[in-house]
């Protein structure tokens, strides 16, 4: 299995935890955008969520996908935010993101156990300070 069909395999689980009515945040990166594409085809459906996304690419997909967006502003409280894992330490922490929309991504306002986050592939991290790296955002329950 390549890491393509990895990540598309992950989009495919983590769709299937959305539920109508629910408020999402949408990551950034290659696997979220299969989980947005997938997300478009089922809201194209008539599945019914709203979506906070936490870039602009995200944005423009979603949109052009006819997903309903919102801001923070307009939603504080998500169900769940779903996004790729950059990297998984010694100790199965999730490292996330290189900091292009990290900012973006920490003002999700979902519970660290509404993350649903897809390591696509497993690699070493290179985190300065894994003991310290425990960030709400990059926690996985």
Known sequence: MTPDDMKRLAAERAVELIRPGMKLGLGTGSTAAKLVDLLGARVAKGLDVVCVPTSEATRRQAEALGIRLATLDDIPYLDMTIDGTDEIDAEMRLIKGGGGALLRRRSSP??????????????????????????????SA
């Open 110 to 139: 979902a519970p660290p156990s509404a993350w649903s986050s897809s390591p696509m592939p497993p690699r070493r991290s290179t985190c300065s300070a894994p003991s310290r790296c425990r960030s709400r955002s990059c926690a």
